[in-house]
């Protein structure tokens, strides 16, 4: 809710009620197959390079990423690096729902990638496809 500021037992019993609407009238809900992309860029300093980021994606600097106004692309988040070579610069966070991510990193297993890191679950895992290059399967769980 805008005037709270926030998610309110408001929203939750209405997301309660259009929920069981929905079942009433014969459909199922499908809000776990639903993912977010984040495009982040690892760096040794993200001072010298966000606000080329900012002017070039028509986006705005905000702390360590730099945002859609309209919030309808990507946002693209900075990570500090090392910055000896050679290194992976790019990667993408997919965010979804925890039920979602053994299915995935078995479905890119099984597409030739392989699991990389697994020690920050259940709050990401990282996976890497045949050349190497790395994907983040992230949840909400475990989220300081």
């Known amino acids: ?12 019993r209405l997301a309660r009620d259009i929920s069981a609407f929905a079942a009433e009238a014969g459909h ?4 776990t197959s ?7 860029l690892d760096s040794p300093d993200h001072h010298e390079v966000i606000d080329f980021y900012a002017a070039t994606l028509g ?7 730099v945002r859609d106004p309209a919030e309808a692309l990507p946002p693209v988040w900075f990570q500090q690096s090392g910055s000896e070579e050679p290194r992976q610069r790019w990667h993408l966070d997919v965010w979804v729902d925890p039920s979602e991510v053994q299915p995935r990193i078995d479905a890119a297993v099984a597409a030739g990638g392989r699991l990389v890191d697994d020690g920050a ?10 050349q190497g290059n790395r994907i983040c399967l992230c949840t909400w769980q475990d989220r300081a």
Request: net charge negative; no cysteine; hydrophobic share 45%.
């Open 1 to 12: 809710s805008h005037d709270a500021g926030g998610v309110t037992e408001r929203d939750v």
């Open 34 to 40: 639903r993912a977010v992309v984040e495009l982040a």
């Open 121 to 130: 679950a259940p709050s990401f895992w990282v996976l890497a496809d045949a």
């Open 28 to 31: 199922a809900l499908q809000g």
């Open 59 to 65: 986006y705005r600097a905000q702390d360590d990423e």
